[in-house]
DNA sequence: AGTAAAAAACAATCGTGTCTGTTTTTTTTA
DNA sequence: TAAAAAAAACAGACACGATTGTTTTTTACT
């Protein structure tokens, strides 16, 4: 039998005070995820074999297996740790724009560095991953929908003028959506062409606008 | 020293006239390669194995080695066949359309169509797995640059009035090729929605007709 | 008979999961 | 409080299965 997993493991022990030993736990624990999403970015999701990722991590094999059962559980680690950064990332990005005279640009520029991140291509890596893997899949598709969730309504609360016309918005955000991942999914096989993608952001920016409803 | 390949081989065989043996070798060698692309589809890039490749094409793995010097290979040889094939598939699309008065509204449901195309996702993979395989980029790059040139040339070719204006040509193709593939993309992880796409679509037919330099 | 195709067998490597043993920390108990 | 017991962190080694490329054997064709 499975006996108890390893987060409760984490939730008995973190209970009370927080000993050292808990605290070590975590903090391996973080750096082992952490290796994980760089192996992810650096050798593929084919190429994260648990001893490359405990050799990233600096841990031995052994003591990884000590805190994730098996490979699958080291993923799903990542893609939750994944998940929240780059959500925090995101959130914080669109907290420091100017709340008062927001304009459509700020909003695109911040998803567009977003899609620009170096974790996105990770995420993209294990979205690929996921179609042909279905317990991949299973762990992946909650964090992606939640993450397009909290975008929507970030955008909603954000931009009160497209509330009058929500297929107005859906649409804009689509376009925006489609297009920049579009565009960031392109620089994998393809170098950038800086001139020709700030046209395409400047026209995408047009678009916004004439899409804008009209008070 | 790799003496022939396999390429070698069957030219040698060829020369002369195609006897039942060189036809046969021909023959075994599209089930492979075929069979290769369909195990991509299926079970990804590094699912497919050899000896998936071998029992998918219904050969033995031997037989399979006696053609192919090695698994690379066989996933070159794929990757050359698949591009012929999406260039003849997307040719003949377009060569289908009515030449007179020909719509942007076709371009765009021929491109629709190619990125939908079963091959489009197999392309896919092989890129995003291009990415932290070095040797098969190397395979890849020319012919994804050379799709993207045909591409290019056919759209000069069948729309002479843009011709004016080379940079809207340009936007134009570059916000099309971006926002299609991100639906396609999209279509991995998120479950397609064809009200929002088709939405998405006649708006991106409204963007080339603005677009569309006046005569 | 001789050559190519096909099949089978082989050796080497690699990734995974499990198991055993050691050290360190925490808890219990005297 | 100090010693003993339990639990957790960690390291290394093992066995199993799978994949790859090579070599050997069998089959089919000309």
Known sequence: ???????????????????????????????IVEAALSCIAKYGYAGTTTPIIANEAGVSRGAMMHHFNNRS??????????????????????????????QLHDGLKAYWKHVTHPLYVVFHELAVASRTDKGLAKILQPAQAAFYDE???????????WRSNTDALELA???????????????????????RETRLFNYLEECLSALKPKL
């Open 151 to 161: 975008w929507y309504n970030l955008s909603y609360d954000l931009f009160p003028q």
């Open 73 to 102: 559980a080291v993923i799903g680690a990542a893609i939750e740790y994944l998940h929240e950064k780059r959500l925090r990332a995101f959130k914080r990005a669109i907290a420091a724009l100017p709340k008062d005279k927001l």
């Open 173 to 195: 955000m689509d376009l925006v959506n489609t297009t920049l991942e579009g565009v960031a999914i392109r620089h994998l096989s393809i170098p950038e062409d800086i001139e």
């Open 1 to 31: 039998m499975n006996s108890k997993t390893s987060t409760e493991k984490v939730k008995t022990a973190q209970r009370k005070e927080i000993g050292r030993q808990a605290q070590k736990s975590a903090s391996t624990r973080k750096i």
